[in-house]
């Protein structure tokens, strides 16, 4: 795959406009693709956040972190949806029904028949700033709950890094993934201000969890990674860092790393690769020690043509591309001052 550097094109596709009805759940008819079609097609039409998709290997379905509205205890589960859109066919939530405690599940990551993912726990009713437990598991996709803990977060590695938190969570083959370990700030705009929630990421682990534990390792030149993500032989791990314009391509096999492509006009983050595809999300109101990443436009990158995709007043997360690259899934945000994400799907040519 062999990507060159370009200006972006003038290419827009159209949006259709929606309001949020109902919260998204499942019916009695399972149906499949979306509510309303369309070039996106929106996907999620929930009061909450529906955030960071991923695909399952086979591209038949998806699953993104969706807050549950319809519960008191606003749990972020995962929703698994088919791969056209359309009904939810099933929540994973760690209690059935609202309890005491915000449960989140999230940066799902898939391989064969695994799931690896992010849970946090905080008490709801006298909540600190931060989450009052955090884990990285593995589990079977048909049980997620079902978990083994891989490790505990916060953590400090063996060569002296401490990371409060993890995410871009992926598998490079059967027994080996690949994340982000970043630092965690609670900065406030004023004293009064509810403080915003800050991550920068530091570097990039390799984790064996071929064995009953884990064995972690620094990946040379990961250092300040914003994202990352995986080839499909495991072999590359291509990656952006904290506003940086580039993409760059570490080779684990030869420890070699090169610049893949450098997007020039922004900071590129929120990394996806498949099919002869780069996903990524540029520009926009990035992370900064004062202010959490509030997304950006969506850039698709094939060939040496560049494609921004959908409305340019909206802000784009955490794009997903399917495993044969003919769909993308991205979380996204219409209006201000902080409005709620919606999932929406793009087929590709």
């Known amino acids: ?9 003038a290419f827009v596709l159209a949006v259709f406009g929606c309001g949020h009805p109902a919260p998204f759940s499942s019916d009695e008819d399972g149906s499949t693709g979306p509510l309303i079609p369309g070039q996106p097609a929106q996907i999620t039409y929930n009061p909450g956040q529906d955030l960071i998709p991923a695909w399952l290997p086979d591209g038949g379905a998806f699953v ?6 319809d519960r008191a205890d606003h749990d972020r589960c995962f929703a698994f949806v088919p791969g056209e859109g359309g009904t939810i066919s099933r929540y994973v939530c760690s209690t059935s029904a609202a309890d005491d405690t915000l449960n989140v599940y999230d940066e799902a990551a898939f391989q064969g028949d695994s799931i690896a993912y992010v849970r946090s726990s905080t008490e709801r009713f006298l909540p600190g700033l931060g989450p009052d437990r955090q884990s990285l598991v593995i589990a079977p996709i048909a049980n997620p709950l079902a978990a083994r803990l891989l490790q505990t977060i916060p953590f400090t590695t063996s060569w002296g890094a401490t990371y409060d938190a993890i995410s871009h969570v992926a598998f490079l083959g059967p027994g080996r993934i690949a994340f982000i370990g970043e630092h965690v700030t609670y900065p406030r705009a004023c004293s009064s201000c509810i403080p915003d929630t800050v991550r920068i990421g530091i570097g990039i682990v390799i984790a064996d969890i071929s064995a009953a534990g884990i064995a972690l390792t620094r990946m040379p030149d990961g250092d300040s990674a914003s994202s990352l993500a995986p080839s499909a032989n495991g072999d590359t791990v291509y990656f952006t860092r904290n ?8 080779t684990l096999s030869t420890a070699a790393t090169d610049t893949l492509f450098d997007f020039v006009f922004g900071p590129a983050r929120d990394l996806s690769v498949s099919g002869g595809k780069i996903a990524a999300i540029v520009g926009g109101i990035p992370a900064s020690p004062s202010q959490s990443d509030r997304g950006g436009f969506l850039e698709i990158v094939e060939g040496q043509t560049i494609t921004q995709l959908g409305d340019t007043g909206w802000l784009f997360r955490r794009p997903a591309l399917s495993p044969d690259g003919t769909r993308l899934v991205v979380s996204a945000r219409q209006g201000a001052p902080f409005p709620n994400a919606d999932l929406w799907l793009f087929a590709l040519p």
Do not use: H, I, Q, Y
Request: glycine residues 0%.
């Open 1 to 9: 795959m062999a990507f060159s550097k370009v200006f972006p094109l």
């Open 64 to 69: 993104f972190t969706a807050e549950r509205r």
């Open 243 to 250: 506003n940086d314009t580039r993409v760059f391509r570490r």
